[in-house]
């Protein structure tokens, strides 16, 4: 997810879990003029792989080159496509879930990358189709698989969509009965038990979990025990939230090597925590404030004896 799935947000879910990680998506044009914020999108660690690199774009002769300096650059295991993206800047570049209006041209970015990396894999990620009145991902993940694609995740929404109404689970269900490449289901995925239920009813064979890894990134262990043996493990208390969000807000600053701006730069993800947790109203209006790591050590002694009040209380 861009602007939020970087380096150190990929290895706290990496330790909650999550077996395969991608970075954001990169722009294949500033990979291919060798712009180095660019190239700043691609740093990983070692512990992170599996990892791909996301390439956005849709010149397939620069895909093709950006996707081979990415492999020479960083290595990364994978080069994954992004055919998704809603957003008018890239969409008006005929880059994102454009191409799913423009097969040939698809086709030609998907086989010109496949060709270019081989025999490093390439996946794609799709949308179900630009809109309700054009919903294609059957037809585009078998062009895809037909382009030598390995692997494809499918966000159940249109383009016209965003992110409003419901991802459509009958669609990614089609595509995943309908392509032997491995179909990764994505879309409004906020527990272990939606993605048990989305696994049972489809042939997906993998789940890709979203924002919900904003506001609670032990999603993926709670999804990986529960798949292996059925057993539900309790959610962190609210000691370990808050031990999590800390240490987030420390590595960023680390990261950043200033506070202030580091810990503004936190402001909306301390929002996405704070929807699992107490109180979260009156810590909405705290984090729109917070500048330092004292601060938010303030908040949490706050919000740890608020929440234990009432125990004590029912206890007495
Ligand atoms: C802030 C934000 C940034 C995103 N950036 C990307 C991106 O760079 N590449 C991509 O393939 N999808 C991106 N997405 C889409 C998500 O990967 C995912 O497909 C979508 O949010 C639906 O899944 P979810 O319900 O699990 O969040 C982004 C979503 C959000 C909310």
Redesign the pocket.
């Known amino acids: ?5 970087d380096k150190i947000f990929r290895q706290l879910c990496k330790e909650y879990g999550a077996d395969v990680l ?1 970075t ?2 990169v722009s294949a044009e500033g990979i291919f003029r060798r712009n180095e914020r660019t190239r700043e999108y691609l740093d990983f660690d070692e512990i992170e792989r599996p990892l791909g690199v ?1 390439l956005f774009g849709a010149d397939a002769a620069h895909m093709a080159e950006a996707a081979k300096q990415v492999i020479d650059w960083v290595r990364p295991d994978f080069v994954d496509l ?1 055919f ?2 809603p957003v008018n800047k890239v969409v008006c570049r005929n880059g994102g879930s454009a191409l799913l209006k423009d097969c040939p041209t698809l086709a030609s970015v998907a086989e010109s990358v496949v060709r270019a990396i081989a025999p490093v894999p390439t996946t794609a ?1 799709i949308r179900i189709g630009w809109d309700a009145d054009s919903v294609n991902a059957v037809r585009v993940a078998k062009i895809l698989e037909e382009c030598g694609i390995s692997a494809l995740t499918v ?1 159940g ?1 249109t383009r016209a969509q965003g ?1 409003s109404g419901a ?1 459509d689970w009958n669609v990614i269900g089609e595509v995943s009965g309908s392509v032997s490449i491995p179909v990764i289901g ?4 906020t527990s272990a038990a939606d993605v048990a239920k989305r696994k049972r009813e489809t042939k997906i064979s993998g789940a ?5 890894a904003m506001s609670t990134p032990w999603i993926f262990r709670e999804t990986r025990t529960y798949l292996a043996n059925g057993s539900v493990i309790n959610p962190p208390t609210p000691e370990e939230r808050w031990k999590l969000i800390l240490r987030h807000c420390e590595l960023v600053v680390r990261d950043w090597g200033v506070e202030e701006p580091a810990i503004r730069s936190m402001r909306a993800r301390l929002m996405a925590y704070s929807k699992s947790m107490p109180e979260a109203k009156r810590l909405r209006e705290k984090f729109s404030q917070v500048s330092t790591l004292s601060e938010i050590e303030a908040i949490a002694r706050e919000n740890i004896s608020q929440v234990e009040r009432p125990t004590i209380l029912a206890a007495a």
């Not at 994505?186 to 995925?189: A, C, V």
């Open positions: 997810m861009a602007g939020v799935s991608t954001e998506f996301q992004n998704g993206c990620k966000h929404r992110y991802a994505n879309g409004d995925l890709m979990i979203g924002r919900a």
